[in-house]
T-cell receptor, first 108, second 114 residues
Framework: AQRVTQPEKLLSVFKGAPVELKCNYS??????LFWYVQYSRQRLQLLLR??SRESIKGFTADLNKGETSFHLKKPFAQEEDSAMYYC??????????FGKGNQVVVIP | NAGVTQTPKFRILKIGQSMTLQCAQD?????MYWYRQDPGMGLKLIYY???????DKGEVPNGYNVSRSTTEDFPLRLELAAPSQTSVYFC?????????????FGPGTRLTVL
């Protein structure tokens, strides 16, 4: 069965400091991974998808199949990055398995 | 486009009551989903649908029912509400085959069962 693990629930960082959110997955098929973000009073939205290998709002994430990881990184945190972040794995019939999420608080 | 819409935004139910959470999308997506989000637990899939007339159970279907009579609408029915169903419910839609398989989410319905 598929599973997504995000170990830390709350991450507090100072503005300008690096941010790294860890995500590990377990899946028998070929993985397709995403990071979704939920800002305060907004709906959940897609931030990054591994297949596009893009940088969005300064965030990047690299799929490491050997370590079954898809960590999210940003070198310099901004206050507007404060949000809830979810790692998600796509599986059969276009379903998503979500991790428990990380609450990121950027301290000014 | 309004995207994915959900009603109501908030609801308080008494134990044993029933209600329907409404979800609609105007993007002509054939796939739709219902999730529940409990504090500290992430999102769990309740039911999903791959097209009108086709529904299937997700990870946590007990206590819920769905129907999909049109492409646009995917209501979630709670029968005999229980305190364990207190949660935030999200509806989502997608169009597999489109770029990157993105799911689009509604704003959520916060349900409290007392």
């Amino acid at each position: 069965a598929q599973r997504v693990t995000q170990p830390e629930k709350l991450l507090s960082v100072f503005k300008g400091a690096p941010v790294e959110l860890k995500c590990n997955y377990s899946y028998s098929g070929s993985p397709e991974l995403f990071w979704y973000v939920q800002y305060s009073r907004q709906r959940l939205q897609l931030l990054l998808r591994h297949i596009s290998r893009e940088s969005i709002k300064g965030f990047t994430a690299d799929l490491n199949k050997g370590e079954t990881s898809f960590h999210l990184k940003k070198p310099f945190a901004q206050e507007e990055d404060s949000a809830m972040y979810y790692c998600a794995l796509l599986y059969g019939n276009n379903r998503l398995a979500f991790g428990k999420g990380n609450q990121v608080v950027v301290i000014p | 486009n309004a995207g994915v819409t959900q009603t109501p935004k908030f609801r308080i139910l008494k134990i044993g009551q029933s209600m329907t959470l409404q979800c609609a999308q105007d993007m002509n997506h054939n796939y739709m989903y219902w999730y529940r989000q409990d504090p500290g637990m992430g999102l769990k899939l309740i039911y999903y649908s791959v097209g009108a007339g086709i529904t299937d159970k997700g990870e946590v279907p007990n206590g819920y029912n769905v129907s999909r009579s049109t492409t646009e609408d995917f209501p979630l029915r709670l029968e005999l509400a229980a305190p364990s169903q207190t949660s935030v419910y999200f509806c989502a839609s997608s169009y597999p085959g489109a770029t990157y398989n993105e799911q689009f989410f509604g704003p959520g319905t916060r349900l409290t069962v007392l």
